[in-house]
């Protein structure tokens, strides 16, 4: 018999949606020190049963294949055992079906490297930091809030979310709270489906830019002296807000040149 390839076990499971899901694991053995805004790779084996909700994929697979995705970390850095991840169900996918079928106490399987360079480690201290995301993209920043936040009280930190629905608004609850406690923190979610129910921001998060939301509201100035912007998430949204920004003069950050927009794109 072949020995199990599982190194960690599912200690939460929340399905926020029918395909949006925040998982976490207990890894068998602790994980070195990581960077918040970093990622790792899961994974599951192809014998594993696919959610009831998905869709076969066109491409069958072996039964003895494991099939390996990254993930952002939503968790925060200073806890290398237990990780969380924000993921949303691509239906004819090959992980996330199965990710979305796992019991809490299930094993899997999590890489030990954690790599990428989606973090704080570029901002000077006195920088304002704004962090895009439409959907899952959130995950990194829940991980910058919560490892950051309280070495981060003299400059302003703003987060655009942009979603379906309201329900598809993870953490919507702890960034709430976050703003309601942090005077310097700022919680822009803006959906695209919303009923009038919703009394908040709706539309495409390049419009509120364009109308000034961030000097209007949070005072942030949008300047890459001043502010440095993060963007993860749809490639389209990506795109459009670094058109708007370049417009501003920021330069996006690489290895060979530092600067104030970072971008990681899923
Ligand atoms: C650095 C990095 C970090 C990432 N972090 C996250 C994260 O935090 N949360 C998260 O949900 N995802 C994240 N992803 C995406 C993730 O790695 C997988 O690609 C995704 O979950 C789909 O995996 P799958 O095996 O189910 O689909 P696959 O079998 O890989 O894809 C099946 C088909 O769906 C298409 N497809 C793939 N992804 C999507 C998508 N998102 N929407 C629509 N169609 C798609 C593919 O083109 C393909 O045709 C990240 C990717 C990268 C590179």
Known sequence: MTESPYNSTVIGKILLTPDLLVLRLSTD????????????TIGLLSQEQRSP???MPL????????IKRPYSIASANYDTTEFEFYISQVKSGQLTPRLFNLSLGRRMWIDDKILGVF???NVPDNCNIVMIATGTGLAPYMS???SHL??????????IHGAGYPWDLGYFSELTLIQNTFKNF???PTLLRADQNWTGLTGYIEKHLEDEILPNKAGIEIDPSKTHFFLCGNPKMVESVSAYL??????KHCKDNQGSLHIEEY
């Open 119 to 121: 973090t704080l480690d």
């Open 246 to 251: 370049n417009k501003h003069n920021y330069i």
């Open 29 to 40: 053995e602790p994980r070195k020190q990581f960077k918040a805004g970093q990622y790792t």
């Open 144 to 146: 910058f809030l919560r």
């Open 150 to 159: 309280a070495s981060h009280l003299n400059t302003k930190l703003a987060v």
């Open 59 to 66: 491409e069958s697979m072996a039964s003895d294949i494991l």
């Open 186 to 188: 700022f919680y822009f």
């Open 53 to 55: 909700n998905s869709v």
